[in-house]
């Protein structure tokens, strides 16, 4: 069996039989993207292959120019004498898995993914494999999230509140997923939605892959003196305390992300209400999902790795850190939180298993 099927070079990850990259950090001939977001979808290559689901979004990200080629979920494709199919990953549209076989020996490189379906991408399966290289940016077990219909009834209930009192509501989220997925979640009967121009580009290549999402209208159509009382704007992160708020008058912000679980976050982030929704996966779905996969060997990159791998090891696995150069887009997943209440030893401890 081909044991190194996968190799972590200067570029990113590689597999030398098939001459393809997966993810590169850095401008290649081929790269299997597992999903649009910039750290995975880097621009500058020469060919992308990716899930037929993603290819508005990835052509987006990277122009006009590169060959783009398209699989379906589950479809197989040989590389030179490499079988390399995409599963989904469940992580924002057309987010996959990628399956890399030769020889017998099978490796699966997950990118960003979450267990919890959603209305908006097809959702996560696992696949069976000999390596499994996952994510664990929320890789701690006190990161465990509730059901998104609870959160969205949180956001719904948040937004009534805010027209009763005569205030537009300021829904953050990213750009590309998040912010698509908040509006799957709202009532659109409560009142209009509208949108930063960031969300609406993105939002629109959502409409094209097939996705049914709310009617919104982009702010910058809107005419001047108008009632935002009743709204709610979904907009990115980076737009918060910026004078393009000051149109909507009196206003309460919210911000979603997995971020909010910690103690603080809210705070630093000035924001009126953190609600706790994540495309990634939580504490207890990784160490599901680990096992689901049967895999013999686990690569662990993005987030808390060295947690992650302790874990593993102590229950008899092979497991790794695996340095990235990238650890999530700036807006979302990247935040530099500071948990000093929680020692190494108390991460790892069962009481934080049953919170």
């Not at 299997?32 to 037929?52: F, K, P, Q």
Request: charged share 20%; aromatic share 10%.
């Amino acid at each position: 069996m081909t044991r190194n099927l996968i190799e972590l070079t200067t570029h990113g990850f590689y597999c030398a039989l098939g001459d393809f990259y997966i993810d590169p950090w850095n401008p290649v001939e081929r790269a299997v993207i597992t999903h649009a977001h910039a750290d995975h979808a880097r621009w500058g290559c020469r060919n992308y292959l990716t899930s037929h689901e993603g290819q508005h979004v990835l052509r987006l990200r990277v122009g006009a120019d590169p060959i783009i080629e398209v699989m379906g979920y589950g479809e197989a494709r040989i590389i030179n004498g490499v079988r390399v199919s995409l599963h989904p990953a469940g992580h924002i549209l057309g987010s996959a898995q990628v399956r890399v076989e030769h020889g017998g020996e099978v490796w699966v490189i997950s990118g960003d993914y979450k267990v919890e379906p959603d209305a908006t991408c097809t959702p996560f399966e696992a696949v069976r494999c000999h390596t499994f290289v996952t994510e664990s940016t929320f890789g701690l077990p006190i990161y465990r999230w509730q059901p998104q219909h609870v959160i969205f009834a949180d956001i719904n209930t948040w937004w009534r509140a805010n027209q009763q009192a005569g205030r537009a509501s300021m829904l953050y989220g990213y750009t590309l997923g998040k912010a698509q997925r908040l509006l799957a979640g709202l009532d659109a009967d409560i009142g209009p939605i509208f949108t930063h121009g960031a969300v609406e580009k993105m939002t629109q290549a959502y409409r094209k892959g097939g996705m049914v999402l709310p009617k919104t209208t982009y702010v910058g159509a809107v005419p001047p003196r108008t009632d935002w009382s009743q709204a709610l704007i979904v907009a990115p992160p980076s737009a918060h305390a910026t004078p393009w708020i000051r149109k909507f008058g009196s206003l309460s912000t919210g911000f979603a992300s997995g971020w909010m679980r910690i103690r603080g976050a809210r705070r630093r982030r000035a924001v009126d209400r953190g609600f706790v929704l994540s495309d990634h996966i939580d504490w207890s779905a990784l160490l599901q999902t680990i096992e689901a996969t049967g895999a013999e060997r686990v690569w662990v990159t993005h987030g808390y790795t060295a947690v992650v791998v302790r874990w593993l090891e102590e229950r008899g696995l092979e497991a790794h850190a695996i340095p990235t150069r990238f650890e999530g887009e700036r807006d979302d997943s990247s935040e530099d939180e500071t948990i000093s209440e929680i020692t190494e030893e108390s991460l790892l401890s069962p009481r934080l298993y049953n919170e």
